[in-house]
């Protein structure tokens, strides 16, 4: 394995592992969702997040953060151009218009990951993929918008 390989995968894993930060009304709403639609795979998906997760008022969430609603700059091995998707709820989900459901595979990666950091997530074929995430382009909670 090269050393950018070696580099990428170690960072991917780190990831997986690292604290997440979501938002105190990310967590309401998400759950909301969960019990909403009555799927264990859903409750499963957001029980795995909190377990990992420090959950903090919006004020105090870091501002390199993806969070609902956020606009995020990212790369896919093997894409030249970045893609720049806004993380939605699921009702406003609209792949085409580069709005990205939190529950999609991707969606559920990106919550919660940081400028910089590359993260892993599985395709519905079950193979894993990655997405880098380049840039916060707009994060609600560092533009004062709490109740985004």
Request: aromatic share 4%; glycine share 6%.
């Amino acid at each position: 394995m090269t050393a950018t390989k070696t580099q990428t995968a170690q960072t991917a894993q780190t990831a997986q592992t690292a604290t997440l930060y979501l938002t105190e009304l990310d967590v309401t709403r998400l759950e909301r969702i969960a019990s909403r639609a009555g799927s264990a795979q859903l409750e499963d998906m957001l029980d795995s997040l909190l377990a990992r997760a420090t959950i903090v008022a919006p004020e105090e969430i870091p501002t390199d953060v993806v969070t609902m609603n956020t606009r995020v700059v990212c790369t896919l091995p093997g894409e030249h151009a970045p893609r720049d998707w806004t993380l939605v709820y699921p009702d406003a989900a609209d792949f085409d218009a580069g709005r990205l459901s939190v529950l999609s595979p991707v969606g559920q990666a990106l919550l919660g990951a940081r400028a910089g950091q590359t993260v892993s997530y599985r395709l519905p074929d079950g193979r894993e993929q990655q997405v880098s995430v380049v840039e916060i382009a707009f994060q609600p909670e560092a533009s004062g918008q709490y109740t985004l």
